[in-house]
């Protein structure tokens, strides 16, 4: 009789029953309707701000090869209405709930992170790295991101995790510096920002002019800066950045990931995170392993 | 955000009540000039309303993106038909699909059209491949003693569809060709004001705008068009927008169209806005 494999992972000091969660911006609840989302590991929401925001004007996407260019601008109901209307309802599925925030001051995230004190989430998720919006991507510099961290840190009850900008070459000193100011995890990574021009109009595929990049072209990179992070911090970090099925999963976990996201691959496939946590268990059981842990960071290289 | 909609889990679910599945191929041919016909086996015939979409997968290899396709018919059980223009590669792709063949779909997608009964005339307008997407709203022409117009624009002769499945419905397109080889020479415009001067003056005293409702679909600043005049006429007019789009579910707030009421989108509030709210 087949031993089932234990797929359980811990983030931030909680235990999820499987690796696997949503990308933040790539889930709704509308999905719910075709997807068990008590079967995730967890779920994430879209980022949410202080006040209500429209986003970018459209084009707000653009595909490329085996990529999407996206330039949402973080639209969302803005907290008060996120906390009355739409917590509640990703509450009620009975699977650990992280909410992602962003703000353009640390008094914007401070109000963000005591705004959700005693909600009943799992964990807040800390968006620095939005290639979206107005100002410079607080994520590419150690010291904002540090101040935003231990801002957040001090006013939540729940833990913190802290999602990086791969739009730098530094990612690894970022992680080490949100790790001092106090983050229980990393989460890795975000677009890469990115541009497409329509040469028959000759103007940008996107409205504002450029995006972020997402899907499997960003994968081998997105992989090389989820392992530089895990060589640099001992917190856990959720692994990102165009996996679209088991095998892309386990290779973040090789190099150090405790989790994975999944984002663009869910417009193809509303249920890919489903055959992920099949096709994960899948690879455990083939080569005769009991548990994911056996293979998180099993890759070294020296 | 969704303000109107419910968000009580049991009514999400209920109030949209779409599928992601398995759909066969049934049959797929050439119609006209770039545009082709896809009949689909799938259980989403029984549940779209017209003015709803469906999700096709992408079949190019590059391609992470499903594909948003009008429902042209549903015949309510299990079959239901798409016209699609052949632009890129995904639709390339598709021309290649036979009989027997499977393909993932998602539906049905965005808002059943709700026709008030004070409406007693409906004109539909389509610009080139806009056609396709009004066809699905012409049974609302045989209900309750509407009278439908239909009024179609097409680049030329080789690039005309749709005429014999309205004929079939009793409907005779106006027709208008840009070189004036099949019907007037000109635009949907200019068929549409042809038409509108006819039927203004055959009901005489008993026009009365506030009866008649516009729907078009086409090229943007063609429907900009067709907004204006149908407000300079105090006429309602009801646009299908369309917009690059992601998901079709509602979840990655791609497909943005702004309006006089906010930021609202394709996927879950339209395809088919008033085209007074919206922002041109």
């Known amino acids: 009789m087949a031993k089932k494999v234990d797929l359980s992972t811990q983030i931030a000091g909680i235990k999820l029953k499987n690796p696997v969660m949503n990308a933040s911006g790539t889930l709704s609840l509308e999905n719910s309707e075709l997807l068990d989302f008590s079967l995730l590991g967890a779920v994430v929401t879209k980022g949410i701000t202080l006040e209500p925001r429209s986003g970018n004007k459209a084009p707000r996407l653009a595909e490329t090869p085996i990529g999407l260019i996206n330039s949402i601008g973080l639209e969302n109901p803005g907290i008060k209405d996120f906390l009355d209307k739409y917590l509640p309802v990703w509450l009620s599925f009975g699977v650990p709930v992280i909410v992602n925030i962003s703000g353009a001051t640390p008094s914007e995230y401070r109000q963000l992170a005591k705004a959700l004190t005693g909600t009943g989430i799992t964990a807040v998720e800390v968006n620095v790295s939005c290639p979206n919006i107005e100002g410079k991507i607080i994520g590419t510099d150690p010291y904002q991101t540090a101040l935003i961290t231990a801002t957040v840190k001090k006013y939540t009850d729940v833990p913190v995790i802290v999602k990086l900008t791969p739009n730098t070459n530094e990612i690894a000193a970022i992680a080490q510096s949100a790790a001092e100011a106090g983050a229980d995890a990393i989460s890795a990574v975000n677009t890469f920002m990115a541009m497409a021009i329509d040469i028959k109009t000759q103007q940008p595929k996107i409205g504002r002019g450029f995006g972020g990049l997402s899907g499997p072209a960003i994968r081998p990179q997105a992989l090389f800066k989820v392992w530089q992070i895990c060589q640099a911090v001992k917190i856990p970090v959720i692994g990102m950045g165009g996996i679209t099925c088991a095998q892309d999963a386990i290779e973040f976990f090789l190099v150090g990931a405790a989790a994975i996201a999944v984002g663009t691959a869910n417009f193809k496939n509303p249920l890919i995170m489903i055959e992920i946590i099949q096709g994960i268990e899948e690879y455990l059981r083939q080569r005769g392993q009991q548990s994911l842990q056996e293979i998180i960071g099993k890759t070294e290289i020296s | ?280």
């Not at chain 2, 699909?97 to 965005?110: F, H, R, S, Y």
């Not at chain 2, 067709?226 to 006429?233: P, R």
């Open chain 2, 1 to 280: 955000m969704g303000k109107q909609r419910s968000h009580k889990r049991e009514d999400r679910v209920i109030n949209m009540g779409r599928l992601w599945q398995k759909a066969v191929v049934v049959n797929n041919s050439q119609i006209a000039d770039k545009i082709f016909r896809l009949g689909l086996n799938t259980e989403i015939s029984g549940l779209v309303s017209p003015g709803q979409f469906v999700m096709l997968q992408p079949l190019a290899a590059e391609s992470l993106l499903p594909r948003p396709f009008s429902v042209y018919s549903a015949d309510g059980n299990s079959l239901i038909e798409i016209v699609y223009q052949v632009r890129g590669q995904n639709t390339s792709r598709y021309t290649e699909l036979k009989p027997g063949d499977c393909l993932m779909i998602l539906g049905p997608c965005g808002k059943p059209v709700v026709i008030n009964e004070k409406f007693d005339f409906l004109i539909l307008i389509g610009g080139g491949c806009g056609l396709a997407s009004l066809h699905s709203l012409a049974k609302f022409g045989h209900q309750e003693c509407r009278r439908l117009k239909v009024v179609a624009g097409f680049r030329n002769q080789k690039t005309i569809f749709g005429v014999l499945d309205f004929s079939n419905m009793g409907i005779e397109p106006t027709i208008a060709t840009e070189d004036g080889s099949v019907g007037i020479k000109g635009t949907a415009i200019d068929a549409f004001k042809f038409v509108f001067l006819e039927l203004t003056h055959n009901l005489g005293r008993n026009y009365n705008p506030k009866r008649i409702l516009i729907f078009t679909c086409g090229p943007r600043p063609m429907e900009k068009e067709v907004a204006t005049f149908a407000l300079s006429q105090r006429i309602t007019c009801l646009v299908f927008l369309e917009e690059m789009m992601g998901c079709g579910l509602g979840s990655c707030l791609g497909c943005a169209v702004q309006t006089k009421y906010g930021t609202k989108h394709i996927c879950l509030d339209g395809p088919i806005f008033p085209s007074e709210e919206v922002v041109w």
